[in-house]
């Protein structure tokens, strides 16, 4: 992933928004959201059950490929990580995302692949 610098779209702030109140809403590790190919977007926060351990972006891929989803535009994470690994990439990648946005936070985008 690369920092982020230049001016984000419109579109793009929005997933990274919803991701980061998502996130604070339940007090969770992680907040994502991700923006399928025709505009729909779809939130989702960490869950850590004793039988399931999901990713927010895993949560949020998996509630977009449910709703017929096979495409997405973009991603974004807000956590206190600095990098996201391409494991943690993989269910982006598998819908092959446009763009994935790792941001702090309080909205500030560390890096951008």
Do not use: C, H, N, Q
């Not at 419109?10 to 339940?26: C, G, M, N, V, Y």
């Not at 990713?55 to 490929?65: G, I, K, Y």
């Not at 449910?66 to 598998?94: F, K, M, N, Q, Y």
Request: hydrophobic content about 50%; glycine content about 6%; charged content about 20%.
């Amino acid at each position: 992933m690369t920092t982020e610098t230049t001016e984000l779209d419109p579109e793009d702030a929005k997933i990274i928004t919803l991701a980061r109140s998502s996130r604070a809403r339940f007090g969770a590790a992680e907040g994502a959201a991700v923006r399928d190919a025709t505009g729909r977007t779809y939130a989702a926060v960490t869950v850590t059950l004793p039988s399931l351990a999901l990713s927010a972006l895993e949560l949020a891929v998996a509630m977009a490929v449910s709703s017929g989803a096979d495409r997405l535009e973009a991603a974004a994470v807000v956590s206190e990580a600095t990098e996201l690994t391409d494991a943690a990439l993989a269910p982006a990648l598998d819908l092959k995302v446009g763009a994935v946005f790792l941001a702090a936070p309080d909205g500030t985008v560390v890096a951008r692949r």
